[in-house]
């Protein structure tokens, strides 16, 4: 077991690259510059182990024995204006791009599309279709290049297949490929196996497509896939983990690409870094941990800044954990489970990171801590508690708090912090819309919804900097909020839960929901 601690200053990393540079031309292919050598300085974070590591108990299994250091800290998604992970980018931030004339005052529906529906009886109930927590549906505007490339190798392309895709994965254990513009299958639907309730990633280089399974439908294999997209079919699966500390395989936290590596974060208490190459996943090291003894489970997904990788767990631990070698940074206690995504924002040259805890293990009622941490240190900048109740529901308990990912406020909305929280009897309302200070921690104002809300919140912006809200609860109402004073422009009923997150691709919303349904919405 790995327990010591390295303290070391940042580190300056020269990459000399002799030969041809590469530059995409307008079909996305590569073409050649010439001879000029090429020089990469990165600058990584200290690899230090903080006092309050000192809980952690960890080991870390490596391939071969050489650390394997981040490549480059270019943010691939965030430079692209294609959704391919969870919350689009590494910061998880939900910066969509999403764009509205004026002031929005009306919520119409584009299109809707259907998944199967699984009456399966598991030990975990009947899961139906439709989507879940997280749920997010991905986008992507195949080059021309790639488009052709499908045509002529891949064998799942339906006649609706066409240059703008929206791939998503459902409970009925499925996953879809729909026609942006047209709401029509463009591929055959891939078996995921199981039962499929997170968010799907999409390799910002390669035609590779990661799924983490979420219940088991029978007794077979359990776990975390790829499929290679040009073929059509899954490539790589693993699963269950023989020396995992937890015996839950469950992936529902989203895997991402940085500097180079795959990273996924799983239920069975463990870490994982993978090369990646097309259609193929080869493992480069894995970091399982306890704390005071206990292996907790992860189902929050990575937020990553620079070389160090944010993520909470189900017995309400944050960490930071070193992506280059995977060994702990800081640790900080927040009470109970963590279910919701991390946020980090650099403010003043430091990267502060966002979160809240759920009310699960606190009992029937308890306290939703909504912190701002120092992502270098783990130093807690502030904290709001938010009373809140965990309510019995027929055959299910209903956390409070927390499930959403925050979002972090843009335009007129700088210095906010919005979140859904699910109150449930500790206020007048089930489900509230809270934003909150960025710099003080106070309440700026809440939004009460017909009922609680694990969906997470997206932006849109108009043409004069004006920040606007898309959201939905649980009684599968979408509203549009005015960020900066908690206005309820427009809301629109459709009668079934949005459990899952939607994203925004131009003034459009995408976002799938429990029952059946896919829909596109258009924000005007």
């Excluded at 942006?180 to 590779?208: C, H, I, W």
């Excluded at 190459?277 to 189902?299: F, T």
Aim: hydrophobic content about 35%; charged content about 20%.
């Amino acid at each position: 077991m790995k327990t010591q601690i390295t303290i070391s200053l940042f580190a300056l990393v020269a990459i000399g690259c002799s030969g041809h540079r590469a530059q995409a031309d307008e079909n996305g292919q590569d073409t050649l510059m010439g001879d000029t050598p090429v020089v990469e300085t990165l600058v990584y974070l200290p690899d230090t182990n903080y006092a309050s590591v000192g809980t952690i108990s960890y080991q870390i299994e490596d391939a071969d024995s050489l650390e394997a250091p981040l490549r480059d800290f270019d943010d691939r998604y965030a430079e692209s204006p294609n959704v391919c992970v969870f919350r689009k980018n590494l910061l998880r931030n939900a910066n969509f791009g999403g764009r509205v004339k004026g002031t929005p005052s009306v919520i119409e529906e584009a299109w809707m599309f259907q998944t199967a529906y699984d009456t399966t009886n598991t030990r975990f109930g009947t899961w139906g279709g439709g989507t879940g927590w997280t749920g997010q549906p991905l986008y992507v505007a195949w080059s021309p290049a790639d488009t052709a490339a499908f045509r002529q190798q891949s064998p799942g392309l339906t006649a609706d297949f066409g240059r703008e895709e929206i791939i998503v994965g459902s409970l009925c254990g499925k996953a879809y490929f729909i026609n942006f513009q047209t709401g029509k299958a463009s591929r055959q639907p891939l078996d995921l196996g199981n039962v499929v309730k997170g968010t799907m990633s999409l390799d910002p280089e390669y035609k590779n497509l990661y799924c983490g399974q979420g219940v088991p439908r029978t007794s077979g294999p359990f776990g975390c896939q790829a499929f290679d997209l040009l073929r059509h079919e899954r490539t790589f699966f693993f699963g269950p983990d023989p020396k995992a500390w937890r015996g839950w395989n469950a992936f529902d936290s989203n895997a991402i690409v940085a500097g180079g590596y795959l990273f996924w974060c799983g239920e069975n208490g463990s870490v994982y870094k993978y090369e990646r190459s097309q259609g193929q996943l080869r493992r480069v090291s894995v970091m399982r941990y306890r704390v005071n003894g206990v292996a907790p489970g992860i189902e929050s997904s990575l937020c990553v800044y620079k070389n160090y990788g944010y993520f909470g767990d189900n017995h309400g631990n944050i960490l930071c954990i070193n992506l280059n070698n995977l060994r702990p940074v800081w640790h900080y206690r927040n009470h109970d489970d963590s279910d919701g995504t991390i946020v980090c924002r650099e403010e003043g040259g430091v990267p502060y990171v966002y979160t809240a805890c759920e009310v699960d293990k606190q009992g029937a009622s308890g306290t939703c801590h909504f912190v701002k941490l120092n992502g270098l240190t783990g130093e807690r900048a502030w904290e709001q508690l938010i009373p809140c109740r965990r309510i019995e529901l027929p055959g299910k308990t209903l956390d409070g708090g927390m499930y959403a990912t925050p979002l972090l406020g843009l335009g007129d909305c700088k210095n906010l912090i919005f979140v859904n929280i699910c109150r449930n009897g500790a206020a007048r309302h089930a489900g509230e819309l809270t934003a909150i200070n960025t710099q003080t921690g106070e309440v700026a104002y809440t939004v009460p919804y017909n009922n609680f809300a694990w969906s997470s919140p997206i932006p849109y912006l108009n043409e004069q900097g004006e920040m606007f809200i898309f959201t939905g609860d649980a009684s599968g109402t979408a509203y549009v909020i005015r960020g900066l004073t908690g206005e309820v422009l427009c809301k629109r009923p459709v009668g079934f839960n949005f459990e899952s997150s939607p994203i925004a691709v131009g003034n459009a919303a995408v976002v799938g929901c429990r029952g059946r349904n896919i829909y596109k919405f258009i924000i005007r």
